[in-house]
């Protein structure tokens, strides 16, 4: 059985919604983020780098036990050891990592600065609120044309909806209105939402 170490945020719950939708057995270790959990001894012997999600495979690729963190590498990792959520062949494989890395260097730390500086920083910092705000709304742009183009990100349902979707569910905190400025966007999340695996995925930790 897979160990999953994640807390309730969107890098956390990528893993989550790909072990249900596989449907693989996995067992969840809460990393509590805001109690300094993360800097452990026990779990920085998992991941050196002090952020969730991680997990640990007993069953690896060579049969031993393997340890991984990054959710990207995650992702992959699931999806190439069940065969599920990412095409075979290298052009499909291609767009997928293509938009998973549009996701993990652009959404993941661009959003999360604007939820930062929107909601959690100490004293209100109005040029660092512009910088990211304006940064979040032109990736939505580039998600919003791509999507009025295709069904899913990649073109079929793939890790690469899975990794962008939890961000998206944080719209509120970004100050961005889907429905009204990037309807693509919108039609896009109420599929993926609307999939059972997804929703468990996000009820992660419970
Ligand atoms: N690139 C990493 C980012 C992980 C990350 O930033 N995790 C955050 C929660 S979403 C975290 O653990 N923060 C705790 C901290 O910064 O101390 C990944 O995708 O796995």
New binding site residues.
């Given amino acids: 059985m897979i160990d999953l170490y994640t807390?309730s945020?969107?890098?956390?719950r990528k893993v989550s919604i790909m072990l249900e939708e596989c449907g693989l057995p996995y067992r969840v270790h809460p990393i509590d983020?805001s109690k300094g959990d993360?800097f452990g001894p026990d779990y920085v012997a998992i991941n050196p780098n002090?952020?969730?999600?991680a997990i640990v495979d007993p069953q690896g690729p060579d049969g031993r036990p393997l340890a991984l963190?990054?959710?990207?590498a995650i992702l992959v990792y699931l999806a190439d050891k069940t065969g599920l959520f990412m095409p075979a062949d290298a052009v499909g494989r291609y767009q997928v990592l293509q938009w998973l890395m549009f996701q993990?260097g652009g959404i993941?730390p661009m959003f999360?600065q604007t939820h930062h500086f929107r909601r959690f920083a100490p004293e209100p910092v109005p040029y660092a609120v512009d910088r990211y705000s304006k940064e979040t709304r032109r990736l939505y742009g580039v998600l919003d044309k791509r999507l009025a183009e295709v069904e899913y990100v990649a073109g079929a349902y793939s890790i690469a909806d899975m990794a962008i979707y939890p961000w998206c569910q944080r719209s509120d905190w970004q100050g961005v209105d889907l429905a009204a400025d990037f309807p693509s966007v919108k039609r896009w999340q109420d599929a993926v939402a609307a999939r059972p695996a997804v929703a468990r995925g996000m009820a992660v930790p419970a």
């Fill in positions: 807390w945020t969107p890098n956390g983020i993360q002090s952020k969730i999600p963190f990054e959710s990207g993990m993941g999360g």
